[in-house]
């Protein structure tokens, strides 16, 4: 598969629990992306990490990017039932005739509350 | 606000019919792009363009077709050759343009979801 695979698949937390969802992927990449969707909305972007970079915030989100183990981390602290959505991964997979952004199937959150 | 929009919100077609599906974007993005996603799954790459009148097929370009005539508009046809089409699909855009896809953040439209009568 060319894709990022997301691990775990689901989630269930309590609110005010920190969450956190990993990302491997197979090839080197240009940067790496993370992408929330709440149930039948489309997709929003959270951070972009690049190839050189290791740790980058956003608010109550913190994303790690591990080269060497070709993986990253998405946390989210002090979650609140409005984290609900599901959670992707993308990134750059070179083709042939160009570059496409290739997205993992997700991992689905639930925060109770 | 800027933004990308998707319409109509839910489409039926029906056997050996060619449904349109609109997307519009008001943030001078030079590349759009069309996904296709069916429950549980990730986004699958359908067509994409960099520039105005150039386009190229994704991952799974058979039974749909695109145009591109203005910057603002990319619309996705789902032809009748498209034996499954019920499945929820997204357009986005980005600012990558020549240095290539996958730079920039992309940003989606809120989906048709095309089911078949």
């Known amino acids: 598969s060319q894709q990022g695979e997301e691990d775990p698949q689901a989630l269930s937390i309590q609110e005010g629990e920190n969450a956190t969802m990993n990302c491997s992927y197979k090839?080197?990449?240009?940067?790496l992306q993370w992408y929330r969707q709440n149930s039948g909305r489309g997709l929003v972007h959270l951070i972009l990490i690049r190839s050189n970079e290791r740790e980058k915030h956003s608010g109550r989100l913190r994303v790690t990017l591990d080269t060497s183990k070709k993986s990253s981390s998405l946390l989210i602290t002090a979650s609140r039932a409005a984290d609900t959505a599901s959670y992707f991964c993308?990134?750059?997979?070179?083709?042939?005739?160009?570059?496409?952004?290739?997205f993992g199937a997700g991992t689905i959150l639930r925060v109770k509350s | 606000d800027g933004g990308i929009t998707q319409s109509p919100k839910y489409l039926f077609r029906k056997e050996g019919q060619n449904v349109t599906l609109s997307c519009e974007q008001n943030l001078n993005h030079d590349a759009m792009y069309w996904y296709r996603q069916d429950p549980g799954q990730g986004l699958r790459l359908i067509y994409y363009?960099?520039?105005?009148?150039?386009?190229q097929k994704g991952d799974i370009a058979e039974g749909y077709s695109v145009s591109r005539e203005k910057k603002e508009s990319f619309p996705l046809t789902v032809t009748s050759a498209q034996k499954n089409p019920t499945a929820f699909y997204l357009c986005?855009?980005?600012?990558?343009?020549?240095?290539?896809?996958?730079?920039?953040?992309?940003?989606f439209g809120d989906g048709t979801r095309l089911s078949i009568l």
């Open positions: 986005a855009s980005s600012k990558d343009s020549g240095t290539g896809i996958g730079y920039q953040p992309q940003h």
């Open positions: 993308a990134t750059v997979f070179t083709m042939e005739y160009g570059n496409k952004l290739v």
């Open positions: 363009s960099q520039i105005v009148n150039d386009f």
């Open positions: 090839t080197s990449i240009n940067n």
